[in-house]
């Protein structure tokens, strides 16, 4: 007898067929079309977009305030992801940075939807960096495209020097990974030579700078590495 | 924490595909290494949430997890790497090196038991 079912078909004559369908779809489909749609609208426009990625208070909104020292504000707009508030929004309009606001509530990271909904209703012109501040998050903004250009990630000194290890997948698609509150290095015991190891080990291509915001210099050099990025990208045609 | 989400998607599009069988019996799928899921976190998700509809209640998700998985630019070789997230060659230590493995999660095969 059949142990399966109770029928009187022995176990060997029991015909059993499998109907498949075959899917091979990824689960991030829908959002990844969108945000390839979107990541070919900005490179049209010549907006190079960035995708900030770090820790809740790693310092985001004080690096994108660092850089309109050295990038015109008027070439800058920004996307605001947060649970809840305004607060970031009113501080950059506050350095004269068109800011957009979109709060995800509950939501942990944005989509590629919700930056889309947000692109529809701002005006872009003239802007030359469009700089997503995501929800601050070490996990789960993690791969999941938004039509960004390049990730950067704001690893601050205060988070210890253990990151790169203990988060590898946020680093790991990262060009470029900012160290910020550096002034704080030797406060905080910052094992800088073995976060530059262990970063390396992750993401062997990736571009290290240090900022700080009680040297407003410190912010030239990041403004230089993404022009560089900016040119780059889009000099460059269809290779992403 | 966030396999919920992921695992609601995941539920969305197994019912879209689904539509010409009766009941779903097993979901293939490939689940990268180098992902933010866990697969223990997607079968419980899974699990609890399977009951909401009939077509699945039966249904077992089968996750085969892929590991990283480099090209060498230099001496050219693909390999496994060797301990997750260290990105380099484990041939040549090299690391200019393509991650070409482990980033994705695909629903393979979608599978219906028909007992004759
Ligand atoms: N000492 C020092 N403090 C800093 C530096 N950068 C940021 N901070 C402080 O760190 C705190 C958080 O900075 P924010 O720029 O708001 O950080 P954020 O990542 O945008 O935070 P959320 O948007 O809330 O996730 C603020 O009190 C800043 O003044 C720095 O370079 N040095
Ligand atoms: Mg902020
Ligand atoms: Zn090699």
């Known amino acids: ?21 075959n899917v091979n779809k990824s689960i991030n489909e829908i959002n990844d079309h969108l945000a390839h749609c979107i990541w070919h609208a900005l490179k049209d426009k010549e907006i190079f977009c960035i995708n900030l990625l770090g820790s809740p208070g790693a310092g985001k909104t004080t690096v994108i305030e660092g850089l309109s020292k050295f990038i015109s504000p008027s070439e800058i707009a920004v996307v605001q ?18 800011t957009y606001q979109i709060n995800t509530h509950s939501g942990c990271h944005l989509n590629s939807d919700m930056v889309n909904k947000a692109l529809i209703s701002m005006n872009l012109e003239g802007k030359k960096y ?23 990630v704001v690893s601050s000194t205060t988070e210890g020097s253990d990151k790169p290890k203990k988060y590898p997948v946020i680093f790991i698609d990262a060009s470029v990974v900012i160290i910020s509150k550096s002034d704080l290095i030797d406060v905080v015991d910052f094992d800088e030579e073995m976060y530059l190891r262990d970063i390396k080990n992750i993401n062997p291509k ?32 269809h290779k992403h | 924490m966030h396999e919920s989400a992921i695992v609601g998607n995941l539920i969305t599009t197994i019912l879209e595909e689904s539509e010409k069988l009766k009941s779903v019996d097993e979901v293939i799928l490939e689940l990268g290494d180098l992902t933010t899921y866990k ?11 399977k009951n909401h509809y009939p077509v699945l209640a039966s249904s077992v998700l089968i996750i085969n997890v892929i590991p990283g998985e480099v090209e060498c630019l230099d001496c050219k070789k693909t390999s496994i790497i060797t301990e997750k997230f260290m990105i380099f060659c484990p041939e ?3 690391s200019n090196v393509n ?18």
Request: include cysteine.
């Open chain 1, 1 to 21: 007898m059949c142990e399966d079912c109770g029928c009187e078909v022995e176990k060997e004559n029991h015909l059993e067929e499998k109907k498949v369908v």
């Open chain 1, 81 to 98: 992801g947060d649970l809840e508030s305004d607060i970031d929004k009113k501080r950059l309009e506050e350095s004269g940075i068109y």
């Open chain 1, 130 to 152: 469009l700089i997503i501040e995501n929800v601050g998050n070490l996990v789960c903004p993690a791969g999941v495209k938004i039509g960004q250009h390049m990730d950067c």
């Open chain 1, 206 to 237: 990736v571009r290290i700078v240090k900022t700080s915001k009680k040297d407003a210099s410190s912010f030239k050099e990041l403004a230089h590495v993404l022009e560089h990025k900016r040119e780059h990208v889009l000099g460059h045609s």
């Open chain 2, 39 to 49: 697969k223990e976190a997607i079968e419980f998700y899974y699990d609890s949430m």
């Open chain 2, 92 to 94: 040549c230590n090299s």
């Open chain 2, 99 to 116: 991650i070409i493995k482990g980033r994705d999660f695909v629903i393979k095969d979608i599978k219906e038991k028909q007992n004759v």
